[in-house]
Every structure is written in C-alpha cells, then in structure tokens.
C-alpha cells in the first residue's frame, strides 16, 4: 500500500511539473504581443488637446472673413508597441470635421511628445524649447491674452519653421479651450497669409 501511495504521488508530481512547464512556456509566447512598459500622454496634456466627442469651435478667417466650424467626430487612445523590446506608448488620435476644411488633414495626433493638428502643434515643455525633428518651437506662455475681445487664462504660443505653408503656423493654445488662434505664415515666415481665431 504504501508503495502504491508513492507511485501515486511520484506520479503526480511528474504531472504537475509537465503542467508547470507547458503554462510557463504558453504564457511566455503569449506575453510577445504585451507590452513591458506603456509610456503613457503626459496628463498636462491631455487638458490642452484632450475634449468630449462633439466639443466644437468656431473660427474665422480674418483674411476672408469666412467662418468654419470644427467638430470633434471621434477621439482614440491606442496602445501601439515600440519594437521588440516590448516598449509601448499611447497614441491619441483626433477625428475632426471642419465646414471649410481649414484642418486640412481632417485628423490629428499626439505622436511621438507631438501633438499634430491642421491649425499648430502643442508639446509639453518649457518657454524657449524645442522638437528639431518637428520644426517646432515653445515660444512663449500668457498668463492673460486677449484673442477676438476675449480674455483667456493659461495660454501657450508655439511656432512650427516649415518651407510648406501649410505647416508653417504658429498657435495659441488655451488650456482646456484648445487652439484659440493660429496664423499661417508664408515660408519665409515673414508674410501673414491667414489669421483664424475663435469666435
């Protein structure tokens, strides 16, 4: 009987350390798609780019005279990965439908520390500061600023140096308002082409 008792218990031990290994080993193929770590969009930012699906803004053209609204159609946080090392991050993606397409693209992103739209760039930084791969400069911050006969708290000024007009801006931001101006400025960032401010 007792023979019996470690037969049984030898045995099952065999079946446990199998079980062991054949979990470990799916659990480490599964664990290539996951993420070792999520570098995450830094929450200073999210008050200045981030808003409810539908929140919408009216600009106008002060060249023109013409106003466009911008709607924000659809707002998502994705989980891409890095590369091998199993480094994430989070890209937010914009959706925006504007009646006279002054964001031409349609879409924007926060990519990369960069926050990307049709009308500017944000990033989250210090006055003087720079994104060389961007072409993108901090240039400076209000405490107050009146845009349009309105006055605004907390606004931030950034300036992107592009040979293409239409990435050749420089925007105010408002915190949790958003782009409350932005001029386009030719290439050689001399001429003012358009001014749009919210209305």
Known sequence: MKQFIILIDSRLNVWLICLTLVLGIIFCSCNKDHCSSISRIPAEMKSWVMFPEGSYWIYRDSTTGVLDSVILKHQEIKIIQEDESHRCYEVLDHDFYS?????????????????????????????????????????????????????????????????????????????????????????????????FELQ
């Open 99 to 195: 009646t006279n397409n002054i964001i031409n693209s349609g879409s924007c992103a926060y990519f990369d520390y960069v926050y990307s739209c049709g009308l500017g760039h944000y990033f989250v930084g210090i006055v003087g500061e720079s994104i060389d791969f961007y072409n993108l400069k901090y240039i400076a911050y209000f405490d107050s600023l009146y845009i349009n006969n309105i006055l605004y708290q907390e606004v931030k000024c950034f300036r992107t140096f592009s040979s293409n007009v239409h990435k050749n801006t420089q925007s105010y931001w408002a915190k949790n308002i958003g782009i409350i101006k932005s001029i386009k400025l030719s290439p050689s960032g001399i001429d003012t082409l358009n001014i």
